[in-house]
């Protein structure tokens, strides 16, 4: 297994919802990372794991809360989130934290809030 | 810190021609370098990248790049644009920052369209 699975594909939901994206891993990779991507612009960092601890989070707002269960797995939870957050969210992953061996990418979820 | 700049936002080339994206990176030391694709909606692929050794860098889809240190640059070349090359593509540079933590920034990224 050679992938990054991302579910949903597609999330619309209200700004007093609370949702969580899911990102799941079965190469042994010991990174877990996601990132955000506006329309026609490129990802941007938000967290990243390392061996399933937190070691970066790029000052996103706390209506995100990432965790990271166990080392395959990675969920964001979403909560009271803004139009303005309606964008795609990447998960990728790496073999080390260096990403030596490259950094492998998810889908992405598609996430709309209204 | 890091930083990626691709000077063209988009070009334009004709389905057999031969393709360059550029990519400058600023970085004190030597940094990981990558070229990702991504076709509309989807995640990004890996086409290439480059940490050391030969400079001259072979990637999937039969794309290839050349890291030159003298000009910061690590260029992603084509020789034969085929019409499913179409899509945005990426440069990124791995670096550490703060600690031993390590990121990947991109560029903001060249859109590539090929005509018939």
């Known amino acids: 297994d050679t992938e990054v699975t991302q579910t949903p594909k597609h999330l619309v939901m209200g700004m007093t919802n609370k949702k969580s994206l899911k990102c799941e891993q079965h190469m042994g990779h010991r990174a877990m990372y996601w990132y955000k991507q506006k329309a026609k612009k490129p990802p941007e960092l938000m967290f990243v794991?390392?061996?399933?601890?937190?070691?970066i989070n790029e000052s996103v707002p706390s209506r995100f809360s990432p965790e990271c269960p166990n080392s395959s797995l990675l969920n964001l939870h979403l909560h009271a989130l803004q139009p303005e957050d309606s964008a795609l969210y990447l998960c990728?992953?790496?073999?080390?934290?260096?990403?030596?061996?490259?950094?492998?990418f998810g889908s992405g979820t598609r996430l709309t809030v209204v | 810190a890091q930083s990626v700049t691709q000077p063209d936002i988009h070009i334009t080339v004709s389905e057999g021609a031969s393709l360059e994206l550029r990519c400058n990176y600023s970085y004190g030391a030597t940094p990981y370098l990558f070229w990702y694709v991504q076709s509309p909606g989807q995640g990004l692929q890996l086409l290439l990248k480059y940490f050391s050794g030969d400079t001259l860098v072979q990637g999937i889809k039969g794309f290839e790049a050349e890291f030159k240190r003298s000009q910061s640059s690590f260029n992603l070349r084509k020789p034969s644009v085929h019409w499913s090359d179409a899509a945005e593509y990426f440069c990124?540079?791995?670096?550490?920052?703060?600690?031993?933590?390590?990121?990947?920034?991109f560029g903001k990224g060249t859109l590539l369209t090929v005509n018939p």
């Open positions: 794991y390392s061996y399933e601890k937190l070691s």
């Open positions: 990124a540079v791995g670096a550490r920052s703060g600690g031993s933590n390590y990121k990947l920034t």
């Open positions: 990728a992953s790496s073999q080390d934290r260096q990403g030596y061996y490259g950094y492998t």
